[in-house]
């Protein structure tokens, strides 16, 4: 107990050095998780002295925030935005990465001569694109939607066959003919799992009158953990089924919406920060040095070779235009998830993981520096950014269940085609109205003659039977303006 302060203090502290270092990255163009290793690094056997060296709490630990970072970027991914990429994001995510394990792991045994388990354990390990990394870098860098939503959900997703492929190498399962029908069923029964935890969470919120606002998100929350805990006792893949039920609580009418996908994102930050800080502290700088060599050498084969062939193999049946294939062959951000998997040989005392996980740091540094600063020149040389697109108004609800009726919060964004239409014009369905119009910090009753504006916040009192079409019809005028309609736009 009388260690409690000084742990607490130390922890807040590292913390706030981490948050700050957030607006420090995006300043000088860094990418942050840099910054977060090097506080772990600090705090180790080089820098404060803390002795950290227990792989097994660390790949425990690591683990979880993975978790968590999966929960985050499936509530905050728009089902509208990744539809269209559906299928490329799915052969990326399975074909590249089974390509990518080859392609590796052929080049290390003969470049380093490995074994083959070895060469395929570290094939596995690089496989894996890293989820935060992307969740982070792309939404902000002005690439169009469907390129983004292709990268979220290889991401996303293919943290799962990676995860499957480290754990099988490591523990010497017998590699036959049932390893294909054992990734099938794993990945499966992931997907359902996910997708009937995320619906039946989504349905049981929707019907839920908490007590109080801020527990809607931690529902929200723990649902998508059920599901990973879930998939992980019935052999499946939990961590597709953390991703998918994330998904689907996302794009589902939540009650606080806005509030959960904040709250999610804070926690995903939280677990980011806590999880680099944490490798860095288990990394060994004396150690890293004999690990230089072989991590520049496996990252050149992932950065030139493997990600490009994977790329090229998985993308052959559709029709993706030579430009997004080049920025998508580049755009396989390295991060944590490698450093996570390589945890699993380590812990399970398999020869050479040692040299594995200090390879695996050296290069997730080098390639985040590479890739990471020059993602978005690339973007703009192959004319794939768009610059700062309009976003999509927020809508967000709270149910009024006494009166059998919800409470829409909109908010206006820049761009938006609502901009000087009149409320009289917005044509809400019968049962809904607007209540409210908050406009410069200061609020009025609108009239039929009111003229919404820019960054206007509008209350709309909505009946339940009405509510989903009147959030539609909002978002139709949104894109299109008065004449939505007869521009062919649903608001869908």
């Known amino acids: 107990m009388g260690e409690l302060p000084v742990v607490l203090g130390a922890g807040a502290a590292v913390l706030l050095a981490a948050v700050l270092a957030v607006r420090l990255s995006v300043r000088v163009g860094l990418p942050s998780l840099l910054l977060y290793l090097g506080i772990g690094v600090l705090l180790g056997e080089s820098g404060l002295g803390i002795q950290f060296e227990n792989a097994d709490l660390t790949q425990a630990l690591g683990l979880a925030a993975l978790v968590m970072i999966l929960t985050e970027g499936g509530l905050t991914t ?25 392609v590796t792991a052929a080049a290390l045994r003969w470049l380093l001569d490995f074994d083959w ?90 019907r839920a009158a908490l007590p109080a606002t801020g527990l809607y998100p931690l529902a929200t ?11 992980q006792l019935v052999h ?84 993706v235009p030579w430009r997004e294939r080049v920025f998508l062959s580049w755009a396989g951000l390295r991060g944590a998830v490698p450093i996570v998997l390589a945890m699993i040989p380590l812990a399970q005392g398999v020869p050479g993981a040692e040299q594995l996980v200090d390879a695996v740091f050296v290069l997730v540094i080098v390639l985040t520096l590479v890739q990471g600063t020059t993602l978005s020149p690339l973007a703009r040389w192959l004319g794939l950014a768009k610059g700062d697109e309009p ?14 009726a919800e409470l829409l919060q909109v908010r206006i964004q820049a761009g938006s085609r609502m901009h000087g239409v009149y409320l009289s014009e917005l044509r809400l ?64």
């Open 117 to 206: 388990r070895l060469a395929l354990l570290w094939g596995a390990v690089l496989a894996s694109t890293d989820a935060a990394a992307v969740f982070s870098v792309l939404r902000s860098a002005g690439i169009g939607r469907r390129l983004v939503g292709t990268l979220e959900l290889e991401s996303g997703i293919n943290d799962a066959p990676a995860y499957i492929a480290v754990v099988v190498l490591a523990t010497g399962t017998t590699v036959d003919w049932t390893l294909p029908l054992l990734v099938i069923y794993e990945l499966g029964a992931g997907l359902v799992i996910g997708v009937v935890l995320g619906w039946l969470g989504a349905a049981a919120l929707r």
């Open 236 to 319: 499946a893949s939990g961590l597709l089924a953390t991703y998918v039920a994330g998904v689907v609580l996302g794009n589902s009418r939540l009650p606080h919406r806005s509030d959960t996908l904040s709250f999610a994102e804070g926690l995903g930050w939280l677990a980011q920060i806590g999880l680099f800080v944490l490798l860095g502290l288990f990394a060994s700088p004396g150690r890293l040095l004999d690990a230089v060599i072989p991590g520049l050498i496996a990252g050149a084969v992932v950065l030139l070779v493997a990600r490009p062939v994977s790329v090229l193999v998985s993308l052959l049946p559709f029709r």
């Open 391 to 404: 976003k999509e108004i927020q809508v967000d609800s709270a149910p009024l269940d006494e009166l059998g």
């Open 78 to 102: 728009r089902w509208q935005a990744v539809k269209p990429a559906l299928w490329p994001g799915i052969a990326l995510s399975t074909v590249a990465v089974v390509v990518s394990v080859a």
């Open 429 to 492: 369905p019968a049962g809904a109205s607007v209540s409210l119009v908050v406009r410069g910090g200061k609020g009025f009753t609108p009239q039929p003659t009111s003229r919404l504006q820019e960054h206007d916040q509008l209350l709309v009192v909505a009946t339940q039977h009405v509510r989903a079409a009147t959030e539609r019809r909002l978002r139709a005028v949104d894109r299109a303006g008065r004449l939505a309609r007869w521009k062919g736009e649903s608001g869908a």
């Open 221 to 231: 929350v723990a649902v998508c953990v059920v599901a990973y805990s879930s998939g």
